[in-house]
């Protein structure tokens, strides 16, 4: 990591240099980053948009909870095997193919689920949802692990992370929207048939973009010497360099593991709140702020980290933020009118963990070397959703029902979920 110890002058003279070498820095890049950014927005918004009203499509469609939540949780389960097979796409096939694939699933996956709503004679619609919802799954594991392979093959060093961070934090930001949009959309039941429809919209646009956009994988000149003698390792050779690298285990199981948290932060959040006597709408807000000041903090530590390049520093310190705040949310939500506070904590839980996203992803390809883009960010991301199945199995698992009378607005129509499991004594 040499280049690592840059300053922003040294910096502008790379670049300068590169000039005269031959390296370009093609616009279009910037086209490419943008079908692929609301590509992976589209995604988000397809994953998360059951979450946030959870009790409402539960109620509707006289399904369980649990149900619902595998409307979301499928997107982790199938992205471990997929996953695998994704990294071998993105390395293998190229970017352009990979993302015109991911396209056509996502679109493919928007359209199935409201297939359910075309035929009034359907008795049961949730293997269309679930049908829907897989092939969305499926368009996941190709789009996520893009961004850092995008940066490294069209951007030049000094942008890097940025765009790395630009591509990445789409993904949230998808989350954001849906959870503003689907409370937004279904303050009754009528209302799902236009939420199912409103996310085909960009699902479409995203689809149409990389079919007339995309016209290859790698720009005809590398933007900077670190892609023109990127001599990437053949897919299972370059799997067996990661699991043998210390650096990049130790950063995949703890990145992992922080994305595995917020993947079941978001599809459960309305959930335990509604506990408590929090509106869907307020579950809606705090889920937006977590978004929303996560972009920001990318934002800002990005250009920051592109700069400075103190990309372990930054990674650490978030880490040891992003743990107090957990605790802390731990705490608080288990009380009752702590509006003020609960936002406060998903603002700056959002702020220290997903702003490290971006940069955690540009350390694993930068320790991983001469591992494939594709490999060593996609294999990070296969760690983390199947550490976010396990939180997930584990704490809907080990929740029981309430019978008594309590202050809930959970509309599922079952008894609200008690998320507190007492320490067994004796």
């Known amino acids: 990591m040499a280049r690592a110890e840059e300053d922003r002058p040294g910096a502008d003279a790379t670049s300068a240099l590169g000039a005269l070498l031959g390296y370009r820095a093609y616009a279009r890049r910037w086209v490419f ?6 590509l992976n927005f ?16 539960a109620h509707h469609f006289l399904l369980s909870t649990k149900q619902i939540n595998w409307l979301s949780l499928i997107y982790l389960v199938a992205s471990i095997p997929s996953g695998v097979v994704a990294i071998w796409v993105l390395d293998s096939v190229g970017l352009r193919w990979a993302t015109i694939v991911c396209a056509w699933l996502n679109f493919a996956g928007s359209v199935f689920r409201t297939l359910a709503f075309l035929f009034i004679e359907i008795q049961d619609p949730f293997p269309f949802l679930m049908g829907g919802q897989s092939l969305c799954a499926l368009a996941q594991t190709l789009v996520i692990f893009s961004p850092a392979k995008l940066a490294a093959l069209w951007f030049p060093e000094h942008q890097r992370a940025t765009a790395n961070m630009i591509g990445t934090m789409s993904n949230p930001l998808g989350i954001l929207v849906a959870n503003l949009l689907s409370p937004a959309l279904v303050k009754k039941e009528e209302g799902i048939p236009m939420m199912l429809g409103i996310y085909i919209i960009p699902a479409g646009l995203a689809c149409l973009l990389a079919i007339t956009c995309l016209w290859e994988s790698v720009p005809p000149s590398p933007p900077s010497a670190g892609a023109a003698h990127s001599t990437s390792e053949k897919f299972l050779d370059g799997l067996k360099l990661l699991l043998r690298n210390r650096a ?7 990145f992992g593991g922080g994305i595995g ?32 000041f996560g972009v920001l903090g990318a934002l800002v530590l990005s250009l920051y980290v592109d700069r400075t390049k103190h990309f372990i520093e930054a990674v650490k310190i978030g880490f040891c933020l992003t743990s107090m705040v957990c605790v802390a949310f731990a705490l608080v939500s288990q009380l009752q009118g ?11 839980l959002g702020f220290f963990g997903f702003s490290v996203a971006p940069i955690a992803m540009e350390l694993a390809v930068e320790c991983s070397f001469p591992v494939g883009e594709g490999a060593a960010a996609g294999l990070v991301i296969v760690l983390g ?3 976010g199945v396990l939180v997930m199995v584990l704490l809907t698992g080990l929740t029981t029902r309430r019978a008594e009378p309590s202050i809930s607005t959970c509309q599922d129509g079952q008894g609200p979920l008690d998320w507190m499991v007492p320490a067994p004594t004796g």
């Open 42 to 57: 589209s995604n988000a918004t397809l994953w998360l948009s059951f979450a946030p009203v959870a009790d409402t499509i």
């Open 33 to 38: 980053l943008l079908v692929l950014s609301l």
């Open 248 to 254: 990049y285990i130790i950063l995949a199981v703890c």
């Open 261 to 292: 948290i917020f993947s079941s932060f978001s599809v459960l959040l309305e959930q335990v709140l509604c506990v408590k006597g929090y509106s869907n709408e307020f579950a809606g807000l705090c889920g937006a702020l977590f978004i929303g």
């Open 338 to 348: 702590q509006t003020f506070a609960l936002a406060t904590l998903c603002s700056l």
């Open 385 to 387: 959703q199947a550490e």
